[in-house]
């Protein structure tokens, strides 16, 4: 005669330090669950502490209301996080760069995430070093310092929310128009960060959520690599519309730069 199978277990189980206890948690309980868990989506929640009918509804306002007040922070359409927290490991995208030069990350799929300092990486890694726009999977630590460093483990390549596009500047908002035709979309460029781009720059723009359930989505300038009418512009444009990797660092495009001007003198 078969043994009976055991129960399956929690998912939550081998995380929290105590038994959940049944019934609508009150606002503490609730961040410290989601604490220790490091991530759940609401039908998680509503599981782990026995929640049906209106309970399930009072849940939703209440992680609604730790959501608007910074408490919580959302991981891709329906995970919630304690916001700020980054995971052991985690998949990040390249952003953008200190004022030392320094590449800086952040989480995928979450906004409220921190930035954090990419520690440089004296080996090779596979595919070249890492870039603006590039997708990572890295490992947090904490420094001595209190600070967060990522680590790379490895790159995953471009990032799929990277777009190479035209600024387009209108009375009352600026857009990237993306160089490739496949790409309908344009992004909204916050007003902030537009005011010192022209009507016609070459820009690579990250992608982020849409302010507006059908509205256009919002757009971050990681780098502007010129003007639509330089000579350059083009093959980039076409490069970038085919998907082809150029193979040159912004140094080397400099040397090769230089070695031309020297030839030509």
């Known amino acids: 005669m078969a043994k009976p199978r055991a129960p399956k277990a929690s998912r939550f189980t081998s995380k929290t330090s105590t038994k959940v206890p049944q019934g609508l948690p009150d606002r503490e309980t609730l961040l410290k669950f989601i604490r220790e868990t490091g991530e759940a989506e609401k039908t998680d929640i509503a599981k782990a502490f026995g929640l049906k009918g209106a309970e399930r509804k009072a849940l939703r ?22 916001s700020g927290a980054v995971p052991p490991v985690g998949v990040v995208d390249v952003t953008e760069r200190d004022a030392d030069g320094e590449l800086m990350v952040r989480l995928t799929r979450a906004e409220d995430a921190p930035l954090v300092r990419l520690a440089p990486d004296r080996s090779a890694p596979v595919g070249g070093a890492p870039g603006l726009g590039d997708r990572l999977l890295v490992r947090f630590e904490r420094l001595e310092n ?19 596009g035209v600024i387009r500047k209108a009375r009352r908002e600026t857009r990237v128009e993306p160089v490739d035709r496949k790409s309908k979309e344009s992004l909204l460029i916050p007003e902030a ?41 083009a093959s980039l ?8 990797p150029t193979g040159f ?6 040397e090769a730069e230089a ?6 003198s």
Do not use: C, N, T, W
């Open 193 to 233: 960060e537009a005011r010192d781009l022209r009507d016609g720059d070459l820009v690579l723009a990250s992608v982020g959520a849409s302010e507006q359930r059908y509205g256009p989505k919002r757009g971050k300038i990681l780098e502007v690599v010129g003007r639509e009418d330089q000579p350059r512009a």
């Open 259 to 264: 070695a031309r001007s020297a030839k030509a």
């Open 249 to 254: 660092s912004p140094e080397g495009e400099a």
């Open 61 to 82: 306002e209440m992680l609604r209301s730790l959501e608007a007040d910074g408490s919580l922070g959302r991981r891709g359409r329906k995970g919630f996080a304690e």
């Open 237 to 244: 444009i076409a490069i970038h519309s085919h998907g082809i």
């Open 146 to 164: 209190g600070e967060l460093e990522a680590r790379l483990i490895k790159r995953l390549g471009a990032s799929a929310h990277k777009v190479l």
